[in-house]
């Protein structure tokens, strides 16, 4: 059974950082590209980035590009997502998916940026 | 960046009727198109991916069509658990972008 589980979120003040892990099990982790969407409360969704399998290439959305980091560790099946100089149009539940038509989702983890 | 437009933005319709939710991309994706069923406080689930194909445990009620930049998504004998907001995504060309969802409520 695949399973994504999200760890990372909550409260952060503008400017001040976060950073989002999400743990794969049940597939080839390494075979699949995996990204990070987000949903602001009561909008729809919005994809933020992009990390291909071997994790050489990464995309951003324009709104994070500069700001945020995709990463990944094949060897524990996880995607990190590094989020800097955080503002309040970042607060969101953000959740991580596999593959770039979203074969799976994680069941999100909501990120709030407020002093 | 490709633009997804859907609509409509939200829809009324009446246990067992058939709905049709549109999408048009900004310029050609060839069929890299998926629909996703999203519930509150859920994740998106996937429906149909590469436009046509129903996605393992999918019921056929959901049946999708189109290539290029014209896509619908088809929903027969609605249920009540059918109820729920459906989003679009191109995987054609980086950045995604997902439709702006399409609210399907009961009348």
């Known amino acids: 059974e695949v399973q994504l589980l999200q760890s990372g979120g909550g409260l952060a003040q503008p400017g001040g950082s976060l950073r989002l892990s999400c743990a794969a099990s049940?597939?080839?982790?390494?075979?699949?590209?995996m990204n990070w969407v987000r949903q602001a409360p009561g909008k729809g969704l919005e994809w933020v980035s992009n990390i291909g399998g071997r994790g050489s290439s990464a995309y951003y959305a324009d709104p994070v590009k500069g700001r945020f980091t995709i990463s990944r560790d094949n060897s524990k099946n996880t995607v990190h997502l590094q989020m800097n100089r955080l503002s309040a149009e970042d607060t969101a539940v953000y959740y991580c998916?596999?593959?770039?038509?979203?074969?799976?989702w994680g069941p999100g983890t909501l990120v709030t940026v407020s002093s | 960046d490709i633009q997804m437009t859907q609509s409509p933005s939200s829809l009324s319709a009446s246990i067992g009727d058939t709905v049709t939710i549109t999408c048009r991309a900004s310029?050609?994706?060839?069929?890299?198109l998926v629909w996703f069923q999203q519930k509150p406080g859920k994740a998106p689930k996937s429906l149909i991916y590469?436009?046509?194909i129903l996605e393992s445990g999918v019921p056929s009620k959901f049946s999708g069509s189109g290539s290029g930049t014209d896509f619908t998504l088809t929903i027969s004998s609605l249920q009540p658990e059918d109820f729920a907001t459906y989003y679009c995504?191109?995987?054609?060309?980086?950045?995604?972008?997902f439709g702006g969802g399409t609210k399907l409520e009961i009348k």
């Open positions: 995504q191109q995987y054609s060309i980086y950045p995604l972008s």
């Open positions: 049940g597939f080839i982790f390494s075979n699949y590209d």
């Open positions: 998916a596999s593959a770039n038509r979203g074969e799976n």
């Open positions: 310029q050609g994706i060839k069929n890299y």
């Open positions: 590469a436009a046509s």
